[in-house]
């Protein structure tokens, strides 16, 4: 098995178990507490592997409004829905509409 594959499975995992932390993280924060916290955690944390493997570049200037709208639209509006919906439902529903959201997007 290759490193790729390795890492293809570990990703799995990783989202196979994260809306189950998550639902139990908000029986002991609120949704906008742990948002604030993952969110700062993982930025801090792509920052130094970004710093370790060299490939840290910044975008040119006419491509930031760009970048901004996908960050917002990727990363913070998908994170407060996500967060907000498990909070709401189950752990379950949430990976069943994470896990079909490709395939309705292509009926869509």
């Known amino acids: 098995m290759s490193r790729g594959d390795l890492e293809m499975i570990l990703v799995t995992l990783i989202w196979g178990i994260n809306a189950i932390l998550v639902k139990d993280a908000l029986g002991s ?14 930025s801090l944390l792509l920052i130094g592997v970004m710093a ?16 901004i709208l996908a960050g ?27 896990a079909t959201t490709p395939a309705t997007t292509a009926v869509m």
């Open 29 to 42: 924060f609120l949704p906008m507490q742990f948002n604030a916290i993952r969110l700062n955690l993982a």
């Open 52 to 67: 370790v493997s060299g490939k840290m570049e910044r975008p040119s200037r006419k491509d930031w409004p760009l970048v």
């Open 72 to 98: 917002f639209l990727g990363n913070t509006v998908y994170q407060v829905m996500f967060i907000k919906g498990i909070a709401m439902s189950t752990a379950s529903n949430t990976s069943f509409v994470l």
